[in-house]
């Protein structure tokens, strides 16, 4: 009786869900831009989520990771917010090419996987949650100082050309960040609940 009840509420979930994923689909035969919005958006508002999860449960976790993971994602949600409304064809950024969007998506990644790296060593700890919000302020508005202000990060995207080295080998270090994060994280997950670790 259980099962039946467990999928009976299941399938409206993931018919909404297929409907979501086909109208995103479609979407983007007709504007590219606007599928692009869409899907950022949806990244932006579950970064907010496990912010708001994270920030608000920060008084009753022992566990210091949670909280590095949910600050982490308020300042990569804030900068992907801006890689979406700087993409080419939006025209908020005068002055700008499509470097600029592929600059803050590289920025945004290194913060997310390097976050992802370092959380686990904040497991079993408690934090000052203010300071550690400042601090995370603080290297996202050097990361963007950088690259609208001084204007020093690095060149991401030549238009004419395309990618550059840059880009290509910080996908791949990045992706190893991720990997050694996740490698780091199942090392330490008797921390966590065995529900939570599985």
């Known amino acids: 009786m259980p099962e039946n009840r467990n999928?009976?509420?299941?399938?409206?979930l993931l018919v909404i869900g297929t409907g979501i994923l086909v109208a995103l689909y479609l979407t983007s035969f007709y504007s590219f831009v606007l599928f692009h919005v869409l899907v950022e958006f949806f990244s932006v508002v579950v970064s907010g989520a496990i912010f708001v999860i994270a920030w608000n449960s920060r008084r009753f976790a022992a566990n210091?990771?949670?909280l590095v993971i949910g600050i982490a994602h308020l300042c990569?949600?804030?900068?992907?917010l801006l890689h979406t409304i700087a993409y080419k064809g939006m025209g908020?950024?005068?002055g700008f090419d499509a470097n600029l969007?592929?600059?803050l998506w590289i920025a945004g990644r290194y913060l997310q996987s390097a976050s992802f790296l370092l959380a686990p060593f904040f497991?079993?700890?408690?934090?000052l949650s203010r300071t550690l919000l400042t601090a995370y302020l603080a290297v996202t508005s050097l990361l963007l100082a950088a690259i609208f202000a001084?204007?020093?990060?690095?060149?991401?995207?030549?238009?004419?050309v395309g990618l550059t080295p840059f880009k290509r080998v910080s996908e791949y270090i990045i992706s190893a960040?991720?990997?050694?994060?996740?490698?780091?994280?199942?090392?330490?997950?008797?921390?966590?609940?065995?529900?939570?670790?599985n």
Do not use: H, M, N
């Open 7 to 12: 999928s009976s509420e299941t399938l409206p």
């Open 101 to 103: 969007p592929t600059q």
């Open 123 to 127: 497991i079993g700890r408690r934090l």
């Open 150 to 160: 001084w204007q020093i990060f690095p060149v991401c995207f030549v238009e004419g």
């Open 92 to 94: 908020l950024f005068p």
């Open 64 to 66: 210091g990771y949670l």
């Open 76 to 80: 990569v949600g804030g900068i992907d």
């Open 177 to 197: 960040t991720f990997v050694a994060a996740l490698v780091l994280l199942r090392v330490k997950r008797r921390a966590f609940d065995r529900r939570v670790a």
